[in-house]
T-cell receptor, first 112, second 116 residues
Framework: DAKTTQPNSMESNEEEPVHLPCNHS???????IHWYRQLPSQGPEYVIH???SNVNNRMASLAIAEDRKSSTLILHRATLRDAAVYYC?????????????FGDGTTLTVKP | DARVTQTPRHKVTEMGQEVTMRCQPI?????VFWYRQTMMQGLELLAY????????DSGMPKDRFSAEMPDATLATLKIQPSEPRDSAVYFC??????????????FGAGTRLSVL
């Protein structure tokens, strides 16, 4: 299974943009890139996903490198409620398996 | 507000006892995932089902763990006998019908299991 690499932790100031990087150099052509986040004492929640093109939704933006070996989750204005562990995962579309492996994620701290 | 419901939220038991965790997927979702989360191992996939049939349970210790979907509204994860190393938070997630890799996983709040 293709794996992802993320920094262990990042800090941001409130109301500033945050760029969370993810490396996935062994990504295959059928892997979708998903981002989830987990707030303290909660289950993971979906943030955004994409295949090749950049994506925007109400929560964040996802920038995918042209060679797809890396991606960046962008939170445009961090709030204290965005403090969480952010996971970048690959989901395999081969045979509609959809299997995914969560890595260690990036712990985002937002300072007031 | 549709959500995945897991019961119980907390479970404390003694080593050797049977533990059953339940998950009610979002109505209409046909795929259910079971994960286990510990500080040491992070979030691990144990098994997943589609249309009530197991697709992959390779992450699950077979000797003591079993997972089933008796019907479309209930998934269960059973540990028998339980051991202290099973202490963890167990999450289930459901996915709507369609391409699994493209679809969103909706997670429950988890069951926190402590085996003494």
């Amino acid at each position: 299974d293709a794996k992802t690499t993320q920094p262990n932790s990042m800090e941001s100031n409130e109301e500033e943009p945050v760029h969370l990087p993810c490396n996935h150099s062994t990504i295959s052509g059928t892997d979708y890139i998903h981002w989830y986040r987990q707030l303290p004492s909660q289950g993971p929640e979906y943030v955004i996903h994409g295949l090749t093109s950049n994506v925007n939704n109400r929560m964040a933006s996802l920038a995918i490198a042209e060679d797809r070996k890396s991606s960046t989750l962008i939170l445009h204005r961090a709030t204290l409620r965005d403090a969480a562990v952010y996971y970048c995962i690959l989901r395999d579309d081969r045979a509609n398996a959809g299997k995914s492996t969560f890595g260690d994620g990036t712990t985002l701290t937002v300072k007031p | 507000d549709a959500r995945v419901t897991q019961t119980p939220r907390h479970k404390v038991t003694e080593m050797g006892q049977e533990v059953t965790m339940r998950c009610q997927p979002i109505l209409g979702h046909n795929t259910v995932f079971w994960y286990r989360q510990t500080m040491m191992q992070g979030l691990e996939l144990l098994a997943y089902f589609r249309n009530r049939a197991p697709l992959d349970d390779s992450g699950m210790p077979k000797d003591r763990f079993s997972a089933e979907m008796p019907d479309a509204t209930l998934a269960t994860l059973k540990i028998q006998p339980s051991e202290p190393r099973d202490s963890a938070v167990y999450f289930c997630a459901s996915v709507p019908e369609g391409r699994l890799a493209k679809n969103i996983q909706y997670f429950g709040a988890g069951t926190r299991l402590s085996v003494l």
